[in-house]
C-alpha cells in the first residue's frame, strides 16, 4: 500500500481542528470533509488529546517549587545573617550549607525577631 496519499498534520494544525470541533461546534462530518480526514483519525486525535492534556498543563520549569519527594531542611537564619554580615556572597554561603540560593535568601528574609530560632526552608 502506499503512503505518499496521506497528509501528515502538525500538532497544532491538529489542535486547531479539535478546537473548531469542541468550542465552535463545528459537526466532526463537515471537519472531515473540510480537511479530508476519515473520522476514525479525528476521533483518535480527540482521544489522545483528552489523554495527554494533564501534561499540557504541568509547569515545565522542573526547578519550581519543591518536588514532592523533596525533604524539608532546617536552615539557621542567624548563621546565614551572620555570614552575610561578614561579606560572604549568596552563592558561597549556599554551597557552605548545601541549600539553594534562593532558600539561603528567603530564610534570611524571614529572620524571626528572636534570631536563635531555626526556620524550616525548602532546599
Known amino acids: 500500500m502506499n503512503n505518499s496519499g496521506r497528509k501528515h498534520h502538525a500538532p497544532e ?5 479539535l ?5 465552535e461546534k463545528i459537526p466532526v462530518s463537515n471537519l472531515c470533509e473540510k480537511f479530508g480526514l476519515h473520522p ?8 489522545q488529546f483528552f489523554e495527554n492534556g494533564a501534561a499540557a498543563l504541568q509547569n515545565h520549569r522542573p526547578d519550581s517549587g519543591r518536588r514532592r519527594d523533596q525533604e524539608r531542611v532546617a536552615v539557621d537564619a542567624a548563621t546565614i545573617a551572620s555570614l552575610r554580615a561578614q561579606g560572604r556572597s549568596w552563592a558561597t ?4 550549607l548545601g541549600v539553594g540560593k534562593g532558600t539561603a535568601q528567603r530564610a534570611c528574609a524571614s529572620l524571626p525577631k528572636n534570631p536563635s530560632q531555626t526556620v524550616l526552608a525548602t532546599a
Open 13 to 17: 494544525e491538529k489542535v486547531s481542528i
Open 19 to 23: 478546537r473548531r470541533y469542541l468550542i
Open 40 to 47: 476514525t483519525v479525528f476521533y483518535r486525535w480527540l482521544k
Open 93 to 96: 554561603i549556599s554551597a557552605e
